[in-house]
């Protein structure tokens, strides 16, 4: 499984983005993804998660209520809808996919990550 994160930038706070995440290498529908950010000299946190059919979703506390994630099969993709940025949701932003039986949307156990894209939000 290979993944290709894309669409982070350098916006203003109260800004929103999409972030792209393609996946290939296997039929997407069989994977769950999830986004993961990382700040400079912080653990990566988890932001959301989606199953594979597109119909279970979770957040992580700090992102809940403005960042949405959503998935499209045909288009081997899944998106990170950020809304309402602010500068502490300034990181790298990956994507990982986990190839799995059960239809969770969960927070741990990622087997294929992506190389990230960097989002900068100004205050």
């Known amino acids: 499984v290979q993944l290709q994160a894309s669409g982070g930038g350098l916006v203003r706070a109260g800004d929103s983005l999409r972030l792209d995440c393609a996946v290939s290498?296997?039929?997407?529908?069989?994977?769950?993804v999830g986004w993961f950010r990382q700040a400079p000299g912080k653990e990566r946190e988890f932001v959301a998660a989606?199953?594979?059919?597109?119909?279970?979703?979770s957040y992580g506390d700090s992102v809940e209520g403005r960042f949405t994630i959503s998935r499209d099969n045909v288009k081997n993709t899944v998106y990170l809808h950020v809304n309402s940025l602010k500068p502490e949701d300034t990181a790298v932003y990956y994507c990982a996919a986990l190839v799995t039986l059960n239809d969770s949307a969960v927070n741990t156990g990622y087997d294929y990550w992506g190389q990230g894209t960097l989002v900068t939000v100004s205050s």
């Open positions: 989606i199953n594979r059919s597109g119909g279970r979703t």
């Open positions: 290498g296997r039929a997407v529908r069989l994977i769950a």
